[in-house]
């Protein structure tokens, strides 16, 4: 990528990944400080898995949890220990422009092959506003962009035709689709391979744990499922066997993996907020497996209790999934 | 305020305001930089009109537009303007606890003398959890500490019994209504009526341009309309005739502002956010009047077009609000 | 009126009343059957307290769940108890315009002296369609037509602007707002003013039974208040009282009636839906006051448990409401 | 079926349909009368296409807009033409129970060999108390229950797991997903398949015209496309080519009839509902193929305009659709 948004060159293939994308969570110790030597460990983990990508400070991450000095922070680690090795998203994710190219700039220094951003937030945004949002942080900062579709985060869906022509005018190199909207992604993906943008590179990557296998069926080009950090070898077995025809085999380790994900979802409501629960599981999990020190989460998040953690060993355990 | 949150002393008169405290435009020059000078002559005029208060980095200020450095830039102007003459509240606006706590820390530098500050948005989060966040930051930042719910933007309400409970520990200092909702602020006030909390200074702001008569009579300290930039002297009369007790006579100055606030429906919504037609609008109004040199608006947001800038003229002609 | 609903007569008393005009609430036999004598006593006691309207086959009567031949059996059994008494409001709720006006046909059959009925609901709508919609029923029925404004049920507004159009027309003799949005209402009475509508009779009622004296001061006719079913006495207490201007009299007398709405939230919301735990609580504490025979609600309504209604109890007797 | 719901005898196949069955328009005359001679037309052509089955009064059918009579009548006439060659589904669309069981019965003596009910609407309902409602629906009337799960329309969505379990009472013959949640539909086939009721004939058909394939490919046993009235050859075509297991071939039928469904969004949203402009849409094309006199739709639907006419052409002819 050369800085020129509308030279319509591919994009190099190193931002442009495919396959197998965790969005890796972001380990802490006891007393909420990032935890440096976890998150090595969880990366190195996923590396020798075979993933084909790693994203980091993505929703996953709690990026909304962590002030800009942890999200750099957590960026430089798993820029180093990737190493080239594969690409690193890293999501600059704020308010609007101006903060969103600040994020951008910095996640750039700290290593980011590429960034991804959402639409606009807090305030209501026309869509042409959105298209002049990511055109001016795509002008600012010399790094492909990622729109990062997250509707049930930020309440604006970023239409499949604004999103499409984005990727034609090349302020766009690709698009994680965490709506949910499968028939809009399918929209996108066709809008997409008639303006020519495909051709040249523009990716779409599925933010589902559950439906990947048919968001991949349909086109996409990537997953990147926040259970991918707990059993990226279940994600990988399923991307391979959508990539060589095999539905069948695909829906059923789809099955296994969508059995696991009701780990999410042990949390009493009453207690806890659902992404607290989430995020709770997720790290439980990690620790379960040995892959984190701790499942500590950040202010204001509420932990799970014993009863709770007990549920996401049980869910592990008939997912076949033990310590590492 | 001694900051130690759970004394349940008096809040001091300078950070428990009531009155009028418009929330400020934050000027730009043409080419988007914050332009200090119509900032200090807009300041200047709503002192010499008579405010009770500012509140800088509000949603009328554009707060999720600008970056830290132009927030604290603005925030340093009016605390310098201001002077101590009259309370400057800050908006500490960000995603979640860590991040809130950076931005209030760093309002604190620059010259707040009380900071405001939403529910976590982005994730879900549950009203225990709601109230975990007021407590972590007051606890790290020794300002008096305002909600700002503000549901419309941040997509959950801090229900009136957390915020109750919250005024009563000394928690919060006050809360910032701009959730529209009589109902549930009338619920606030019976409930920290009840639990003591009134009595010991908690305040009880609205956000609302055009029914600022109705919250007062219903028991609100103080209001803080956007719509205040451009007339302030309406809004003062209007609160001067609440505070003697004629409710008519209140009512027909309410009349009067609610007619001009259609200045901010000018936009063609065919071309421009909500946000961005409200916010146009009270700049241009701002510009017409002289108190500020451009209506220019921080990227996304579009400007409003010639005949929508006329239209706003209109409006001010019929309320009779020539240049200053 | 004359059938000629462009003319823009007046329009008689009787059937653009202001007051206190409680939504009944339908009592059921305990095998789900309409106990006719219990409703015959609930009117009488509302009567005899002097209310000055009866609305059927509002949300408080259950009107979703009965069939036809139940709703109009009540309203012959309401029209004949208030026997010209005072005027007798219908709900004509249905999906839209055709089953809308098979509804106000069979109600005014059966009685009715006005009926009430909302937006199109089930498929989004037009406001321009919504416009028509009202226009046709109302020139399908000869009888005074109200908009009911419950975009909490319907999930649309009437926008304040088509509402007084069509009360400018002659199509609506009135509105009853259960949006519970007392600044678009302050729209409809400033624009039903400036268009004339109001003075040639069209008239404003709130559903609300917590603000019902901030929307008599703002200008609405009258007040429609499920609780009014249990405690006549003190809504027509609070009305005399804004009418007398007395302010603070009236505010206290609503104060002491949003403390017994309280028992509209007794309901486990772990079990119960919200409407099953207030319309349950309303008839348990018509029960308990004598006026019905039982607090059956119809299916698939749950029912209170015991506790629940022991808390329903637990509110009447603070509110010194006790058998009739 | 045998009037005993918790029997859990299989279903005959007559009831439990699979393959394409339209959810047919319902042709006016330009009075806006029901057009018997246009139905039986539309409906001969869709069995002479091989159709599987026939939804009348659906919401392509413009079950809202229609007097219980005319939904009746239209049930009569389907039923004839079908003259148990197909399964006849009828919506039993109301309020709540009552009203549910009223429309059922009805349908059943207008020839209805199952009926479709949505989860009550209007008010707020625990997902338990939807549970009893299809219960007492089923119990009242002897015919085969499908829930029709449309959440656009009555803003709730029946849970998997209630689905789920309604399925293993008997309760529930079938479910028709219009919510657009493949993921949850996922969940549901699941659940029914580990319950046994997928084995005792429960079946799941989509209402998606856009993702038919797919949800196909995930298990649906049929389809209910709205444009399959238009063009019911091209779902066939793509029934038959994921039967087969050709999901390339499925892939470019469905790829065409999303160009064709495009259609439905020719009207201009600043004077029609989406609903209106959808609906008219159908219509239209349906009258430019020769299969219906007129494109009335009933009050309060506007028209589409002439140009927006032309677009529909346009559309029929890019897709390769003539007169008949």
Not at 4 to 23: C, K, M, N
Not at 120 to 135: I, L, Q, V
Not at 248 to 255: F, P, S, T
């Amino acid at each position: 990528m050369t800085g020129h948004p509308t030279s319509g060159s591919a994009l190099p293939d190193r931002t442009a990944p495919g396959g197998v994308i965790p969005p890796l969570c972001t380990p802490l110790t006891e007393d909420r400080e990032l935890d440096t030597a976890s998150l090595e460990r969880l990366c190195g983990f996923l590396l020798d898995a075979g993933v084909d990508g790693l994203f980091v400070n993505g929703s996953t991450g709690e990026l909304a949890y962590h002030t800009d000095e942890v999200r750099l922070a957590a960026l430089r680690v798993v820029s180093r220990v990737a190493g080239g090795s594969v690409p690193v998203l890293a999501g600059a994710v704020d308010l609007t422009t101006n903060r969103v190219v600040a994020q951008a700039r910095a996640a750039r220094e700290a290593g980011a092959d590429a960034v991804v951003a959402t639409v606009p937030f807090y305030s209501p945004t026309h869509p042409g506003e959105m298209a002049d949002h990511f055109r001016a942080v795509r002008e600012a900062v010399d790094l492909p962009l990622w729109a990062y579709d997250i509707p049930g985060n930020v309440q604006r869906k970023l239409p499949a035709q604004v999103a499409a022509e984005l990727a034609a005018e090349g302020v766009l190199a690709g698009l994680k689709d965490s709506s949910g909207d499968l028939d809009e992604m399918r929209t996108l993906l066709a809008l997409t391979e008639a303006n020519g943008a495909r051709g040249r590179g523009f990716t779409v990557l599925t933010g589902s744990e559950t439906m990947a296998d048919t968001a991949l069926a349909l086109g996409a080009d990537g997953i990147v499922p926040g259970l991918g950090n707990i059993d990226p070898h279940g994600y990988l077995a399923l991307h391979r066997a959508v990539r060589r025809g095999d539905t069948k085999e695909a829906a059923a380790e789809q099955l296994r993996l969508r059995r696991l994900f009701a780990l999410t979802r042990v949390g009493d409501p009453a207690r806890l907020g659902t992404y607290s629960a989430a995020i709770g599981a997720f790290k439980e999990a990690l620790r379960h497996r040995g892959l984190i020190a701790s499942a500590t989460t950040p202010l204001p998040m509420r932990p799970l209790d014993d009863a709770e953690r007990a549920e996401v060993a049980r869910h592990l355990a008939q997912a076949g999934l033990g310590p590492v």
